[in-house]
């Protein structure tokens, strides 16, 4: 029973390509996050969403997009995708507040060629 | 934001030693997390120490917070093997938002 599963786990794709990222969690969290880790291992948080809404919004492209149909789910769309753009994206679950952890997905190792 | 920094960035230790990791950070803090990652895999929550405690416990995980320093402890005890991974210290300013420390690799030797 998977908490936090987010697919694919590996994605290679070419430079322009668009692609998404699934993300679901089965724990009854109402917070969701995406976080991008780069090749230096430092994670860094692109979105949360609170019960479908976005909550935090970092600086990221707009050709990143996310998409919440239900609290559990939270998928990463992107557009136009750049070299750059190759990292492990992280999708996260929290029940929010000060006092709970964060519940992480495995990751989806993203390679543009 | 502000980033965590964490020392050392890699710590290789005999089997049954102790492993300290430290953290510091800039900014207030609601709490202060420590995650590990073995390589491959997502994160994993280790402990949670809010700003208003100073110490606390867990199985062979002792974590200190010293807000006045502005900084954090992660010792494991009588370490093993399967101890080996990159440990994250992270930290939750107001507004609930996690802030990662460039995380510290471990290796345990058997």
């Known amino acids: 029973d998977t908490a936090v599963s987010q697919t694919p786990k590996y994605l290679v794709t070419q430079m322009g390509n668009d692609k998404s990222i699934k993300c679901e969690q089965n724990l009854g969290h109402d917070t969701m996050y995406w976080y991008k880790q780069d090749s230096k291992k430092f994670l860094k948080i692109m979105f949360s969403?609170?019960?479908?809404?976005?909550?935090i919004n970092e600086t990221v492209p707009n050709r990143f997009s996310p998409k919440s149909p239900d609290k559990a789910h939270l998928n990463l769309h992107i557009n136009s995708l750049e070299l750059g753009d190759s990292a492990v994206y992280f999708c996260?679950?929290?029940?929010?507040?000060?006092?709970?952890?964060?519940?992480f997905g495995s990751g989806t190792r993203l390679t543009v060629v | 934001s502000q980033q965590g920094e964490e020392d050392p960035q890699a710590l290789s230790i005999q089997e049954g030693e102790n492993a300290t990791m430290n953290c510091s950070y800039k900014t207030s803090i609601n709490n202060l997390q420590w995650y590990r990652q073995n390589s491959g895999r997502g994160l994993v929550h280790l402990i949670l120490i809010r700003s208003n405690e100073r110490e606390k416990h867990s199985g062979r995980l002792r974590v200190t917070l010293d807000t006045s320093k502005k900084s954090s402890s992660l010792l494991i005890t009588a370490s093993r093997a399967a101890d080996t991974a990159s440990y994250f210290c992270?930290?939750?300013?107001?507004?609930?938002?996690?802030?990662f420390g460039a995380g510290t690799i471990l290796r345990v030797k058997s």
């Open positions: 992270v930290m939750m300013e107001y507004g609930n938002k996690l802030v």
């Open positions: 996260a679950s929290s029940q929010g507040g000060r006092d709970y952890g964060y519940t």
């Open positions: 969403y609170n019960n479908k809404e976005l909550i």
